[in-house]
């Protein structure tokens, strides 16, 4: 019983992530758009591919979510994949 509630809890908070994702994926598209003369530069591909990435990743992380709805090791495996680069983020703004 304890691991049903701690499965649904974790996908729950998971569920709450998309909004500060697609807040970042809207500052990325807002951005990107008025002032991004240097994003489509050729010499710089990458810059481009990181940026699109960015805008569509509440897509990815939505068909993340719905792939890993019904195996709990899955979404152990998507929290990690959530809370590891938002840890070092985390500590990029705030240290």
Aim: charged share 10%.
């Amino acid at each position: 019983m304890r691991q049903r509630q701690r499965f649904y809890s974790l996908r729950f908070l998971l569920e709450l992530a998309i909004i500060p994702i697609s807040l970042i994926a809207a500052y990325a598209l807002f951005v990107g758009v008025t002032f991004g003369f240097n994003l489509w530069r050729a010499e710089a591909p990458f810059v481009t591919v990181v940026w699109l990435m960015i805008v569509t990743s509440p897509l990815w992380f939505y068909l993340l979510l719905k792939w890993s709805q019904t195996s709990a090791t899955r979404t152990a495996f998507l929290a990690a994949g959530v809370a590891i680069p938002a840890s070092y983020f985390a500590f990029q703004v705030f240290a």
